[in-house]
C-alpha cells in the first residue's frame, strides 16, 4: 500500500500538530532533573496538552494484539528501546531518557516527535551516543526530495551509524502519520539506496531512528504488553521528526526552539 500525499488543508493541519507537539517537549523540557520520576514528565505533559486543547494520541492506544496504553507519552530510560511506560522510579544523574510526544488536535490531526535528555552528568559513552543519533536522524532528514527513495532514508542512517559502531534496531521504524496514527509508508532506519517508494510532494512522515551502543537485538521487558529493551541490556537511544515533502525538499515540522543545535552540515530546515 503506499501513502496519499496530504492537500494544503492536511498540510496546514500538520503544521499545526508538529508545532503543538514540539511545544509539549519544549514546555517540559526546563522541569525534567536527577529525582523526578517519569510519571512527573507524564503529568507535565498531560497538563501542557490540557492547555493547548490537544489530546493524547498515546492514552488509551490499542493496536491488535496490545493492551491499551496507560499514559499520555513514553518514557524510555536506558536500555529501553521504545514504549516505555511512566513509573515512579526517580531519575538519577548519568541516566538518559527518550521523551516521545503524540498529539491529536481538535481538527484532528497527529503530531508526533521524541527527544533524547541527559540527567546531570552522563557518560561519554552516552552522551556520544545520543549525538550521533541525532545527526543520524538530520543524515536521513536530509535525503527527503521529491523522488529520492525510501531506501535512500534508511541507507544514510544506516551508513552513520554503522560507520560509528553503533547498530540499528529493525523492529521499529517510521510511518506515514497525518488524520491517523500511523499511515503507509513504512519508514525504515537501514537499506539500499534507490529502493523503496518514491517521494511526492505532500507526504508526511516520521524518521525516528533507534540505534543501541551494543547489539541491535530487542526484546519485549516484563509484562506490560509495550516495554522494548535491548537484549544484551546496551544503552539505546532514539530521536525523531516529523517532516513533510516539499515540491523541491523537505520541511521539519516539529522543530521548535528548544530543540538542540543542529549539526554543522544541515543546511536550511525548509528546502
Not at 507537539?21 to 523540557?29: F, H, K, N, R, Y
Not at 552528568?121 to 527527503?144: F, K, N
Not at 509484562?223 to 529493551?229: F, H, K, L, R
Not at 516539499?246 to 521539519?252: A, H, P
Request: aromatic share 6%; charged share 20%; proline share 7%.
Amino acid at each position: 500500500m503506499t501513502s496519499t500525499p496530504k492537500d494544503a488543508q492536511g498540510i496546514a493541519g500538520m503544521r499545526e500538530a508538529g508545532r503543538l507537539a514540539s511545544e509539549v517537549l519544549d514546555a517540559i523540557t526546563p522541569h525534567i532533573r536527577p529525582g523526578m520520576t517519569t510519571n512527573d514528565v507524564d503529568r507535565l505533559a498531560a497538563e501542557c496538552m490540557a492547555r493547548q486543547g490537544t489530546r493524547s494520541a498515546t492514552l488509551g492506544y490499542q493496536p491488535p494484539g496490545y493492551p491499551p496504553y496507560p499514559k499520555s507519552l513514553c518514557t524510555s530510560v536506558n536500555n529501553v528501546v521504545c514504549h516505555g511506560i511512566p513509573n515512579d522510579k526517580p531519575l538519577k544523574k548519568g541516566d538518559i531518557m527518550n521523551v516521545d510526544v503524540t498529539v491529536i488536535t481538535p481538527e484532528g490531526w497527529y503530531g508526533d516527535t521524541s527527544r533524547m535528555f541527559l540527567i546531570g552528568e552522563v557518560s561519554i559513552a552516552a552522551r556520544r551516543l545520543c549525538q550521533l543519533t541525532y545527526e543520524s536522524m538530520w543524515l536521513g532528514i536530509q535525503q527527503v526530495k521529491p523522488g529520492a527513495r525510501l531506501g535512500d532514508i534508511g541507507h544514510a542512517i544506516q551508513k552513520f551509524a554503522e560507520g560509528h559502531g553503533l547498530s540499528v534496531v529493525r523492529e521499529f521504524c517510521g510511518h506515514g502519520i497525518g488524520d491517523k496514527f500511523h499511515e503507509e509508508p513504512q519508514i525504515l532506519h537501514y537499506g539500499r539506496p534507490g529502493t523503496g517508494e518514491a517521494l511526492e510532494p505532500g507526504m508526511t512522515f516520521t524518521i525516528e531512528p533507534m540505534l543501541n551502543i551494543g547489539r541491535r537485538e530487542v526484546k519485549e521487558h516484563g509484562n506490560d504488553g509495550w516495554t522494548i529493551v535491548t537484549k544484551d541490556h546496551s544503552l539505546s537511544a532514539q530521536w525523531e521528526h516529523t517532516v513533510l515533502v516539499t515540491e523541491t525538499g523537505f520541511e521539519v515540522l516539529t522543530l521548535s526552539d528548544g530543540y538542540p543545535a543542529l549539526p554543522p552540515f544541515v543546511g536550511a530546515t525548509t528546502t
